[in-house]
C-alpha cells in the first residue's frame, strides 16, 4: 500500500488517470481507440488559444460566444494557451 493510500477509494492516483476520467464524463474519449486517448481539439488548431471542451478558438470572444453563459454567470478563461474557458 502507497503512503496513505486507501485500496478501496475510486480516486485516481495519478494525473493520467485523473485526466482520462474527466475526458470521458465529458464526452470527449471515444473509449481510447487511437494513441492519444482517443479525442483531438477541433476547430482551428494551428491558432488554438482558447478551449471550450474540445473545440478551439482563436479569440476569447469568439470562445465566451460559443459558451452561451447565462445570466448570472459569466464567461470565464483560465490557464495558459490554450486557455480553458467557462462558465462561472
Known amino acids: 500500500m502507497a503512503c496513505g493510500a486507501d485500496p478501496k477509494s ?3 492516483t495519478t494525473a493520467r488517470e485523473k ?7 465529458s464526452g470527449e474519449a ?3 481507440s487511437k494513441k492519444w486517448g482517443g479525442w483531438r481539439y477541433k476547430g482551428d488548431r494551428d491558432a488554438c ?7 478551439c478558438f482563436k479569440t476569447e470572444a469568439a470562445a ?4 452561451k453563459c447565462k445570466k448570472p454567470k459569466k464567461c470565464n478563461a483560465v490557464g495558459a494557451a490554450p486557455a480553458t474557458v467557462s462558465c462561472k
Open 19 to 25: 485526466q482520462r476520467r474527466e475526458a470521458e464524463a
Open 49 to 55: 488559444f482558447f478551449v471550450l471542451g474540445a473545440k
Open 30 to 32: 471515444d473509449g481510447g
Open 64 to 67: 465566451c460566444q460559443a459558451a
Open 10 to 12: 475510486d480516486e485516481p
